[in-house]
């Protein structure tokens, strides 16, 4: 089974980046995750561009979605909603038919006590325009990540593992259910 993740922060050492990075580790021999490293890339939204021919970075995008099996997203929150980067991500995405029915699982990470939740809703709206099969069993939103995440970003709170365990269990159920 093979997994995109993509990080809705661009951010070198996010958060959001290291609950990527430890949800990869902790993956299920098999279950393969590969992180999206070209968020920077993907050039601002142009419906005019979109209709013509797409941008090399949004191609490869849709691409690594369509062939992976499923989905995962985790974003900040920026001024109580996605962030820009992420959102210009997704706004390519609107017309295609890469997210159709695939599996995603929504993450959040913050240093706050909400865990990034007021991400979480808009995210789910852009989500549905695109008629993507959200994994609401495997949601996750991690507060106080400074507390969570030490040295290099390494997860070292237990707890948050396990719902890692859990967030990733619940993908690989919708997955096989999709397939």
Not at 36 to 58: G, H, N, W
Not at 59 to 76: F, K, N
Not at 137 to 144: D, I, M, T
Request: proline share 6%; with cysteine.
């Amino acid at each position: 089974m093979h997994v995109l993740a993509i990080p809705g922060s661009v951010r070198r050492h996010s958060y959001n980046l290291a609950l990527l990075q430890a949800m990869k580790d902790r993956a299920p021999e098999d279950m393969e995750i590969t992180i999206f490293d070209r968020m920077k890339e993907i050039p601002l939204f142009d419906p005019d561009i979109c209709d013509e021919a797409l941008p090399e970075s949004v191609e490869h995008l849709m691409a690594s979605i369509r062939a992976s099996d499923g989905v995962i997203i985790s974003t900040p929150e920026y001024a109580h909603g996605v962030p820009g980067a992420l959102k210009n991500a997704l706004d390519w995405l609107v017309a295609s038919d890469a997210m159709i029915l695939k599996p995603v699982v929504v993450t959040s990470v913050s240093t706050s006590s909400l865990g990034g939740v007021r991400s979480h809703s808009p995210l789910l709206l852009i989500l549905s325009a695109m008629n993507a099969n959200v994994v609401v069993e495997g949601s996750l939103n991690v507060p106080f990540a400074s507390k969570k995440f030490r040295a290099a970003n390494h997860l070292e709170d237990r707890l948050t593992g396990r719902a890692i365990d859990l967030s990733l269990s619940a993908l690989e159920q919708a997955v096989s259910l999709a397939s």
